[in-house]
């Protein structure tokens, strides 16, 4: 059957012999690709009369949609969080190593840094497409100044700042410009949070609550004024209590409001979330899980030291350190890692690890209609995957940007 070229010159690439996860299943079906989108097949014998110019057989693969990482500091010795004459090409440089690893999409994050770092950081990140030359950019995740000197983390305490009168106004200084930012993680404990929360809320960034002593009522009110995610989950805030969850509370919370979901951040690395923590917060509230890496320049590097914003880490093994000390400092594991670790912990099924690096980040960044799922019209971001789920290849806009065969692998 010829193709119907009358609506698109662009040729139609199947993708045979696969299981495609769509609508939460692993489905054995066909992909069908067009100018990046992915195709109603339907449509296209019935309205078009059209066939695949292109058909390409994946020997039984899994079919999945991209990763979308919301939480990367940096890696293969880039750090975000440090002002370099350079620093486009190291973002560039991440955005193409990070391909191997399945992730598609993410969100470069910069951790706590004097207003300078970020005035002159910020507008070197650009909102832009993924393609042959690396993942797609989402926009930036800020994590911090603003929050709690008791949980700071890795975050140098110098720099930490308060909302003062005016509290969105000072946000609006420290950054400089929000013009590229995605998500901001604040301590909603913090006098005057609530309006900066309203504030970002309302033009359309993502408020993300971590790095926190607050209570659970303190975090239920921030989830009303607007606040949908939680930055690593059980790292860096009060642990959960009986009497009073804190923040950890919001998995089960009966406050948020209708039609609200609370999404959180895990880092899936065996290092820092026990597994049975993992299991718990997964089992307490699945569809919120959100795989993140929280990765460092480190990772992709061999041990020593490398840096985190104004810091020095050390890396042991998996474990990463600020230098000298115990704290643990964002983590060198990869999102494919990650997946595969959250598998194998908590025992849930291939489709709910993958859906937990793709459709849920995808939704809390408010863009699943394009990205983090196989539905037609939707971004040909995707990848074929092994039953170990180790990466085989990595499409975006539908044409193959990795494949481990091209490294001799």
């Known amino acids: 059957m010829p193709s119907n070229k009358s609506v698109s010159d662009a ?78 090409s190291g973002i560039d440089l991440v955005s193409q190593k990070i391909l191997s690893h399945g992730v598609t999409s993410f969100c470069p994050t910069l951790v706590t840094s004097p207003p300078s770092v970020y005035h002159q950081i910020l507008p070197q990140i650009s909102i832009r497409n993924g393609g042959a030359h690396g993942a797609g950019i989402l926009g930036a995740h800020l994590e911090g100044p603003f929050i709690s000197k008791e949980k700071k983390g890795a975050h140098p305490e110098h720099c930490l700042r308060t909302f003062e009168a005016g509290a969105f106004q000072d946000l609006l200084a420290t950054y400089g410009s929000l013009d590229c930012v995605r998500i901001v993680t604040l301590a909603p404990e913090m006098k005057r949070s609530s ?21 659970l009522s303190q975090a239920e009110e921030a989830v009303q004024h607007g606040a949908t995610f939680i930055t690593h989950l059980f790292n860096a805030m009060l642990p959960f209590h009986h009497r009073d969850p804190g923040i950890v509370g919001l998995l089960t ?49 061999a041990p020593g030291r490398h840096t985190l914003g104004q810091q020095m880490v050390e890396i042991d093994g998996l474990n990463t350190y600020i230098a000298g000390t115990k704290t643990l400092s964002g983590s060198v594991a990869t999102m ?25 980040p995808a939704q809390l960044l408010g863009i699943e209609h394009k990205k983090g799922t196989l539905n037609y019209d939707s971004d040909a971001d995707f990848l074929m995957l092994n039953d170990d789920l180790y990466v085989q290849a990595t499409y975006i806009a539908g044409k193959e940007v990795w494949r481990q065969d091209a490294l001799g692998m």
């Open 11 to 88: 040729p139609i690439v199947q993708f045979t012999n696969c299981r495609i996860l769509r609508s939460h299943q692993l489905q054995r079906e066909d992909l069908w690709v067009r100018e990046g989108k992915i195709l109603n097949p339907e449509k296209l014998f019935f309205d078009e009369k059209g066939s695949a110019d292109i058909q390409l057989d994946c020997k039984g693969s899994i079919i999945a949609p991209g990763f979308i990482d919301v939480q990367i500091n940096g890696g293969f010795g880039v750090d975000f969080s440090l002002a370099t004459d350079d620093f486009k």
């Open 195 to 215: 309006e900066v929360i309203r504030e970002l809320t309302k033009q359309g960034i993502c408020v993300s609550l971590g790095h926190s002593v607050a209570n």
């Open 253 to 301: 919370s009966d406050k948020i409001p209708a039609g609200q979901r609370v999404f959180y951040g895990m880092i899936s690395d065996g290092i820092h979330t026990n597994p049975a923590a993992l299991r718990i917060a997964h089992r307490a509230h699945p569809k919120g899980l959100v795989l993140v890496t929280d990765a460092i320049a480190g990772m992709g590097l």
């Open 336 to 360: 494919d890692t990650c997946v595969r670790h959250f598998q194998e912990a908590t025992g849930c099924s291939v489709e709910t690890a993958l859906e937990a690096a793709s459709l849920h």
